[in-house]
């Protein structure tokens, strides 16, 4: 794995069985994520979209191994320089790349404790993990509400007590206390007003940029992922289909489905004309998706070797550039200013 990238993912897997009759027996399987490949570098923020149901919440916790990939390697370079794959690794060193790797959950109310007050949710993954304990465990709490903007005061009221904004902060000021190198923000201010987005993504960018971090942004909010992204992965049932530098992708997109999607976001300036692409039937079952290139029954440019040939994932992009995308005719379609 080359020197700057944190993390590399390869051919990565994970298939749900479902069980059913008297037996229990295996009829089948969800394949939420079905053979992706893609890296992060370090310091970046990389976004991850998709319709629900596309597979991003499995790829990110099947990439913390919160959820057992089924196959595939998740390489991760830590701390001290040593690449490990993630998917491999035994209970001890797991433990010990799960500090550097943390989760940001879209709901933090769910994910807080309700009988626990916000010190003790602070200050549990400092003592767990043996971080501190006594007086510096109480002054490290402080020190981490007070990086999430909350005050020190609040720290014996329970989370009921604050607004979904602040009970984001909770959950970041846990997150950060074990000084990761790598976040999965999934959906983390979807359930939030707009004002209050925009604080946390604030907050999101400041602590990036005093603690090196790195990103992973899993988002239905194109708009949001635009600005805030530095390259962007595009999912469709359970299989990346394009991957590239953010701009790129809304002013030279190729891949029809991320046409179809980036044309359905509200335009911004009132004199372009928004041409809105309207996709034919429904999203394919992930229990049994269609043969050949997945976007096939739904795509307006779909041909016959669509019909019975899955695309190679490649880099179409020009010298030096990283556009990757899976479509047979990329090249003859041709990139698209969408946005
Ligand atoms: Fe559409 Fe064919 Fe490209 Fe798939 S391979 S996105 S069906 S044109």
């Not at 020190?143 to 720290?155: A, G, H, K, T």
């Not at 959950?171 to 999965?184: E, K």
């Amino acid at each position: 794995m080359e020197e700057n990238k944190l993390l590399e993912v390869r051919n990565l897997k994970k298939f749900f069985p479902i069980n059913r009759g008297f037996f229990n027996r295996k009829v089948g399987e969800v394949k939420a994520v079905n053979g992706v490949d893609f890296s992060i570098y370090q310091g970046e923020t990389l976004g991850l979209v998709g319709e629900s149901g596309c597979g991003k919440t499995t790829l990110g916790r099947a990439i913390l191994r919160a959820v057992e990939p089924t196959s595939g390697q998740v390489l991760f370079r830590t701390g001290e320089g040593k690449v490990v794959d993630v998917t491999k690794a035994e209970d001890r060193q797991l433990k010990k790349i799960r500090k550097d790797m943390q989760l940001i959950f879209q709901d933090p109310y769910s994910s807080l404790n309700p009988r626990m007050t916000v010190k003790d949710l602070v200050g549990e993954p400092l003592l767990v993990n043996k971080i501190a304990r006594g007086k510096g465990l109480q002054q490290k709490i402080i020190e981490l509400i007070e990086q999430v903007d909350l005050r020190p005061e609040y720290m014996d009221r329970y989370p009921h007590a604050f607004s979904g904004g602040q009970r984001q902060r909770i959950g970041i000021a846990r997150v950060l206390s074990l000084n990761p190198r790598f976040i999965v923000c999934d959906e983390a201010v979807s359930a939030l007003d707009v004002s209050i987005q925009a604080q946390i993504i604030n907050l999101l960018q400041e602590l990036q940029q005093k603690y090196k971090l790195t990103y992973l942004f899993i988002a239905h909010d194109l708009s949001l992922v635009k600005y805030l992204c530095d390259r962007i992965i595009v999912m469709y049932l359970g299989k990346i289909v394009e991957i590239a530098d953010s701009e790129q992708l809304f002013t030279q997109t190729r891949h029809p489905y991320t046409e179809a999607l980036l044309s359905a976001v509200p335009r911004v300036d009132p004199k372009r004309k928004s041409s809105k692409i309207i996709l034919k039937g429904e999203v394919p079952s992930p229990i049994n998706p269609p043969a050949g290139c997945y976007f096939h029954p739904r795509c307006n440019y779909v041909q016959e070797k669509c019909r019975r040939e899955e695309p190679l994932f490649r880099n179409v992009g020009q010298e030096g550039e990283e556009h990757y995308v899976s479509c047979h005719w990329a090249e003859q379609l041709g990139p698209k200013e969408v946005m």
